[in-house]
C-alpha cells in the first residue's frame, strides 16, 4: 500500500527533474544573467546596454505592432474558418486538412514559401506587372520600404499560424452540442445571432486559449522576419539571437529574453483579466 | 442554393490560399535554376529538373544537417514520450498531494519564450561538454515538446475507463501487466499521434538549434545561418524539403488533431 | 472454504461518507443480495471487498485469509463491473478467455473449453469471434458474466449484471446464474436495485441504506418482520403501509377507527406498519378503518386499491372478484397476527 501511495509520484518524477533541469534551472540562470554585471555583482548594466542599442527602439516596436496586428487578424480568420467549416456540407475533411497544413510548417519554412513570392523577380511582381500595375521588378523586401517589409511578414505569419488558432477554435466548436444550435434555429434565431449568442460565449476559453499561445509566439516571432528582411526589421528575439550569436554578449542576450518573457506574461495576465473564464463554463 | 455556392467559393478561396504558395516555391525549386531569374514568370514550370534539389544536397553540410535533424527529432520524440507518458498516466489515475501544483507546473512552462531556455543551456552545455551535438538540441527541444506530450498522453489514458484497467486486475493482473494488455493497446494510436508531434515540433524548431549548434547544425540552423550566403535557389529547395514531412504529419494524425488541442488545453 | 468476512467498513470520499460501518459475513457458498437505492455505497462496498478501494478502517476477510491488505489479483475473486468492463480491443473469446491466461489456468485447449462452457451458460457461443465494440449493452453484459465465471473464483462479486437485458432474458439467465453458482457453490455478493431479482435470487438480503446494512436476512423474514421503517417501505410491492398510532391504555394503541393490541412498553406514539394483504374487509359494522376507494387496479392474479383515510393513502390488495368502484367507501380490518410496530424516533421495529 505504501508503494501503491509513492507510484505518482514515481511515475512523475522523470518528467519533474527534467523540466527542473531544463527550464526552471535555465530560467533563473537567464535572471541572474541578465541583472549581472561583467564584475559579479546585481545591476541593470545589460538593460542599459540594451536600451541604448540603435535596434532596440525599433525592435520593441515592431514586435508590439506584428502582435497587435497579426493576432486579431488570425483570431478573425480563424473564426470566420471555423464557422464557415460549420456551413459548407461537402468535403469538410478535406478542407479542414487543407486548412491545417500550416500547423506542421516551421516558421524558417514559412518566410522561404513567402521570399518566393514576394523577392524582386518573386511571383507577386509578375502578377503586378501582369495587371499592369508595376513596371518590372520591384523591391519590396529591403530596409527602404519597411512597410512593405512589415506587412510581407504580417502576411506571412497570418499564413503560417491562423492553423494553430482553427485547430483550438474548432476542437472547442466540437465541444459544443449540437442541440444548442438546433434549440435556436427552432426559436428563429438567424445565423448571426446564433453565432453572436452562442458560438460566441461557449468558445471564450478557447479563444482565450488561442490568443494565450498566439501571442506567447507572437512575442517570439524570429525566423520568418530574418528570412524576408534579415535585421532590416529588426525584432525581440532576433536582437537576442543577434547579440548572444553574433556579438557572443550573453548579457544583453538575457537582457532580451528576459523582456520577451515579461511581455509574454504581461500579455497573458492581461487576457486572463479582459477575457475572465467562468469556472462553471468551464467544465 | 445561393448561399450554399458562396460558402463552398470562400472555402476553396481559403483553400487556394494556403495552397498556392506551397505549390509556387515547389515549382520554383523543381524549376531549374532559371526559374530563379525567370521574368515574367509562369504559374507552370516550364521544364521539370531535378537541377535544384541536386544541387542542394551537393552543398557540403546538408546531408549532415538533414541527419542531425532527424536524429534530433526522433531523440526528442523518444525522450518526450518516454518522459511524459508515465507522467500522463498519473495525472490520469492518480489522486494526490502536489497534483494541481505540478499541473500549474506544466502549463507555465509553455508560456515561456525559447531564448529564455536557449541562451543559458548554452553555457552549461559547454561546461558538460555536449554543446554542439545533437543531444543537446534534443534535450533542449524536449523541454519544448513534454508539456504538450504530458498533457495529451493525460488525456488520452483518461479515455481508457478505469473500470477496464480494474477488471484485469481482478482477472489476476499486476499493474504493470494491466497497463500493457488493457491500457496501452487502448491509448497506442493516439500516443503515436503525440510522438509525431514531438517529431515536427523539434523538426520545426530554429532559434535553439541555431544557438546550440556550431558545426552540428540541424537543417534549420543550416538554413537560417547560411541565408546570406547561399543563393535563392538553394533556399527554397531547402524550404521544400522541410515541408513535405509537414505535409506528412497532418495528413497522419489528421484524425487526433482536434482532440488532442480540445482536451491539451482544458 | 470461502466465506466473506467484513467488520466494521468505514469509507469517505472526502467529507462524505459512503460507509459508515458495515459488518457482514456471507456464509460459504452463500448467495448474498446487497439491495439499496442509487447511491447508497453498494457498489463502494464490493469494490473494496475487490480491492479496488482502500476502506478507511475495518477488516475484510475471506476464509481463514485477511485479504484487505493485498492486491486485487490475489484475493481469488471475481467482478462483474456496473458498466461492465469488457475490454474492447479483444474478441469475445479473448475477454472470457483473458482471466485463465492472466493466471495460466492450463493449456490453450482446456482455456478453449472452459470459454466455451462459460458462453454458453450466457448465451454469447455464437459471437465468440466478434470484437465486443459490436456488441449490444445486454451482450456485453452477458461476455462480462462469463468472463467472470471463467476463472471460477472462490468468491463472486457482480453489480447489477443483468440491468441491461430485456425482461425475458433477464428472467431465464436469473434462473440459470442461480443453478450455476449453486453447483460451484461460488460464495456470491450480487448488487441490484431490483427487489423482485433480490427476493427470488437471494438465500440472504442485505438492506443497504445511507451507507449502511440496515437489515441482513432471508428475503421472508425481512418481508415479514422489517427491521426498520426504511426496510418495510423499500421491499414489497406496494410497500408496507404506515399508520400513526396513538396509545390509549398500556398494550392498547388506537389507529384510526380502530383499537389495536400493540407492545406493552413502548412510548405513546407509534407507526403500524401494515401489508397491504394483510387488510381484510369487513362485512358487518363493526370498528374498521374506513376509507375512500381512489384507484382501483385490477392485476388479475389480485386486485390493488388506493384509498384515502384521514388525509393519507392507504394500499390494499384483495380478491381479484371484490366489486370494488373508485368513490365507494371501503371498510378494512388489519390481520392481527400481521401487525408490526415501529418506533417513529428511531425508525426502528418494536418487538411486541
Ligand atoms: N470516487 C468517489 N469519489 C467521491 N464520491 C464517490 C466516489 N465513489 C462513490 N462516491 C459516492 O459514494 C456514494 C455511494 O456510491 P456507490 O457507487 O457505492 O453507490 P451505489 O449504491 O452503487 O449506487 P448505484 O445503485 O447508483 O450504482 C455516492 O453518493 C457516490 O456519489
Ligand atoms: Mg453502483
Known amino acids: ?283 | 442554393m445561393r448561399t450554399r455556392l458562396l460558402y463552398a467559393t470562400l472555402a476553396v478561396i481559403a483553400s487556394i490560399w494556403v495552397l498556392v504558395p506551397i505549390y509556387l516555391l515547389a515549382v520554383s525549386a523543381f524549376g531549374g535554376p532559371e526559374t530563379i531569374n525567370a521574368w515574367p514568370k509562369s504559374l507552370l514550370p516550364e521544364r521539370v529538373s531535378t537541377e535544384t534539389l541536386a544541387f542542394f544536397f551537393g552543398v557540403r553540410g546538408v546531408w549532415n544537417a538533414i541527419l542531425n535533424s532527424i536524429l534530433v527529432a526522433a531523440l526528442t520524440m523518444v525522450m518526450s514520450i518516454l518522459l511524459g507518458a508515465p507522467a500522463g498516466y498519473a495525472l490520469a489515475r492518480f489522486v494526490f498531494p502536489g497534483k494541481d501544483g505540478y499541473r500549474l507546473l506544466v502549463l507555465l512552462t509553455r508560456a515561456f519564450p525559447i531564448a529564455i531556455l536557449a541562451l543559458p543551456l548554452t553555457v552549461r552545455f559547454i561546461e558538460i561538454g555536449i554543446y554542439d551535438t545533437p543531444l543537446a538540441v534534443a534535450l533542449v527541444h524536449t523541454a519544448l515538446a513534454l508539456p504538450f506530450a504530458i498533457l495529451v498522453s493525460s488525456s488520452l489514458f483518461m479515455g481508457v475507463p478505469k473500470e477496464l484497467e480494474e477488471a484485469a486486475w481482478t482477472l489476476g493482473c499486476t499493474r504493470f501487466q494491466a497497463f500493457r494488455k488493457v491500457v496501452w493497446p487502448l491509448a497506442r494510436p493516439g500516443i503515436a499521434a503525440t510522438m509525431i508531434f514531438a517529431f515536427v515540433v523539434s523538426w520545426n524548431e530554429v532559434f535553439a538549434a541555431s544557438v546550440l549548434t556550431l558545426r552540428e547544425r540541424t537543417l534549420t540552423a543550416f538554413l537560417l545561418t547560411s541565408l546570406n550566403e547561399s543563393p535563392l535557389h538553394f533556399r527554397f529547395a531547402g524550404g521544400l524539403f522541410l515541408i513535405v514531412p509537414a505535409l506528412i504529419f497532418i495528413f497522419a494524425v489528421r484524425r487526433y488533431l482536434f482532440s488532442m488541442w480540445g482536451i491539451a488545453n482544458r | 472454504m470461502a466465506r466473506i468476512l467484513v467488520r466494521d467498513i468505514k469509507k469517505t470520499f472526502g467529507k462524505f461518507v459512503a460507509l459508515k460501518s458495515v459488518s457482514m459475513e456471507v456464509a460459504d457458498g452463500e448467495f448474498t443480495v446487497l439491495l439499496g437505492p442509487s447511491g447508497c455505497g453498494k457498489t463502494t462496498l464490493l469494490r473494496i471487498i475487490a480491492g479496488l478501494e482502500t476502506a478507511d478502517r475495518g477488516e475484510v476477510w475471506i476464509g481463514e485469509r485477511r485479504i484487505d491488505r493485498l492486491p486485487p489479483r490475489a484475493r481469488n475473486i471475481a467482478m462483474v463491473f456496473q458498466n461492465y468492463a469488457v475490454f474492447p480491443h479483444m474478441t469475445v473469446f479473448d475477454n472470457i478467455a483473458f482471466g485463465l491466461r492472466m493466471q495460466k489456468r492450463g493449456s490453450e485447449e482446456e482455456i478453449r473449453r472452459t470459454v466455451e462452457w462459460a458462453a454458453e451458460l450466457v448465451h454469447i457461443e455464437s459471437q465468440l469471434e466478434k470484437y465486443t465494440g459490436q456488441l449490444s449493452g445486454g451482450q456485453r453484459q452477458r461476455v462480462a458474466v462469463a468472463r467472470a465465471l471463467a476463472v471460477r473464483p472462490q468468491v463472486l462479486l457482480m453489480d447489477e449484471p443483468l440491468s441491461n437485458l430485456d425482461a425475458l432474458l433477464r428472467l431465464e439467465m436469473r434462473a440459470e446464474l442461480k443453478t450455476i453458482l449453486r453447483e460451484c457453490a461460488t460464495t456470491t455478493i450480487y448488487v441490484t436495485h431490483d427487489q423482485v431479482e433480490a427476493m427470488s435470487l437471494a438465500d440472504r438480503i442485505a438492506i443497504m441504506h445511507g451507507g449502511e446494512i440496515e437489515q441482513y436476512d432471508t428475503p421472508l423474514e425481512i418481508y415479514r418482520n422489517p427491521a426498520t421503517l426504511f426496510c418495510g417501505g423499500f421491499i414489497g410491492s406496494p410497500p408496507m403501509n404506515f399508520l400513526e398510532a396513538e396509545r390509549v391504555a398500556p398494550g392498547r394503541y388506537r389507529v384510526g377507527g380502530l383499537e389495536l393490541e400493540g407492545p406493552r412498553d413502548a412510548g405513546p406514539k407509534l407507526l403500524l406498519g401494515i401489508r397491504p394483504e394483510d387488510l381484510e374487509p369487513v362485512a358487518d359494522g363493526g370498528a374498521a378503518l374506513a376509507g375512500s376507494v381512489l384507484v382501483v387496479e385490477p392485476l388479475g392474479s389480485h386486485l390493488l386499491a388506493t384509498l384515502r383515510l384521514d388525509g393519507r393513502l392507504l394500499r390494499f390488495a384483495g380478491d381479484a372478484d371484490l366489486p370494488l368502484h373508485p368513490g365507494e367507501t371501503l371498510r378494512l380490518r388489519p390481520r392481527a397476527d400481521r401487525l408490526r410496530w415501529f418506533d417513529p424516533e428511531s425508525e426502528r421495529a418494536v418487538r411486541s
Not at chain 1, 501582369?130 to 527602404?144: H, N, R
Not at chain 1, 435556436?184 to 479563444?207: C, D, M, N
Open chain 1, 1 to 283: 500500500m505504501t508503494s501503491e501511495r509513492a507510484l505518482p509520484y514515481l511515475l512523475l518524477a522523470p518528467s519533474l527533474l527534467f523540466l527542473a533541469l531544463l527550464f526552471l534551472w535555465p530560467l533563473g540562470e537567464a535572471f541572474l544573467v541578465a541583472f549581472s554585471d561583467p564584475g559579479g555583482g546585481w545591476s541593470l548594466a545589460n538593460f542599459r546596454e540594451m536600451a541604448d542599442d540603435l535596434n532596440f527602439a525599433d525592435a520593441l516596436t515592431n514586435t508590439l505592432l506584428l502582435v497587435v496586428v497579426v493576432v486579431p487578424l488570425q483570431l478573425a480568420l480563424a473564426l470566420g474558418l471555423g464557422v464557415l467549416l460549420g456551413c459548407i456540407d461537402r468535403g469538410r475533411d478535406t478542407f479542414l486538412y487543407i486548412w491545417t497544413i500550416p500547423l506542421g510548417i516551421s516558421d524558417l519554412a514559412a518566410g522561404i514559401v513567402w521570399l518566393a513570392m514576394l523577392s524582386e523577380r518573386g511571383y507577386l511582381n509578375s502578377l503586378l506587372e501582369a495587371l499592369g500595375l508595376v513596371d518590372g521588378p520591384v523591391l519590396w523586401l529591403s530596409y527602404e520600404t519597411p512597410v512593405a517589409l512589415f506587412v510581407a511578414v504580417v502576411v506571412a505569419e497570418v499564413w503560417r499560424a491562423t492553423a494553430i488558432v482553427l485547430v483550438i477554435l474548432v476542437a472547442g466548436m466540437q465541444l459544443v452540442p449540437k442541440e444548442y444550435y438546433e434549440a435556436a434555429e427552432v426559436f428563429g434565431a438567424s445565423a448571426f445571432q446564433r453565432f453572436r449568442r452562442i458560438t460566441l460565449p461557449l468558445l471564450k476559453p478557447s479563444i482565450q486559449t488561442a490568443l494565450i499561445l498566439r501571442t506567447i509566439l507572437a512575442f517570439e516571432v524570429f525566423a520568418v522576419v530574418v528570412v524576408l528582411g534579415g535585421r532590416d526589421l529588426p525584432v525581440l528575439a532576433g536582437e537576442a539571437f543577434a547579440w548572444q550569436y553574433d556579438y557572443q554578449n550573453a548579457g544583453v542576450a538575457s537582457a532580451y529574453a528576459v523582456l520577451i518573457l515579461t511581455v509574454s506574461l504581461a500579455a497573458t495576465w492581461l487576457y486572463l483579466r479582459l477575457l475572465r473564464v467562468r469556472e462553471e463554463s468551464l467544465a
